[in-house]
Nanobody, 121 residues
Framework: QVQLVESGGGLVQAGGSLSVSCAAS????????MGWYRQAPGKQRELVAA???????NYADSVKGRFTISEHNAKNTVTLKMNSLKPEDTAVYFC???????????????WGQGTQVTVSS
């Protein structure tokens, strides 16, 4: 059983900073991709930032230069540091990971339960 547990988030004024973290636990052989999506009310879920296979990082254009994703491979943890937050960053932030539970298993997607980030103007 694999779980992604998120922490952080909350309420902040525009221009402020917040961090959200995600820890993967359970029967994990490898986490091939880890990152964050977000979903604002009435909108589709969108990619915010993620580590791709091979170590490259993808950021949404709307967060480039403001958000930074980092990871701790040994702990299967990924953190999203969000600076210069804007009201339009308000959303539920979801951690995701593509995880193998054994050497021969397929890499499957897992999601966290989501954590609310609210930016007031």
């Amino acid at each position: 059983q694999v779980q992604l547990v998120e922490s952080g988030g909350g309420l902040v004024q525009a221009g402020g900073s917040l961090s959200v973290s995600c820890a993967a636990s359970g029967s994990i052989f490898s986490a091939d991709v880890m990152g964050w999506y977000r979903q604002a009310p009435g909108k589709q879920r969108e990619l915010v930032a993620a580590f791709a296979s091979g170590g490259s990082i993808n950021y949404a254009d709307s967060v480039k230069g403001r958000f930074t994703i980092s990871e701790h491979n040994a702990k299967n943890t990924v953190t999203l540091k969000m600076n210069s937050l804007k009201p339009e960053d308000t959303a539920v932030y979801f951690c995701f990971a593509n995880i193998r539970t054994s050497y021969s298993s397929a890499s499957l997607p897992y999601w966290g339960q989501g954590t609310q980030v609210t930016v007031s103007s």
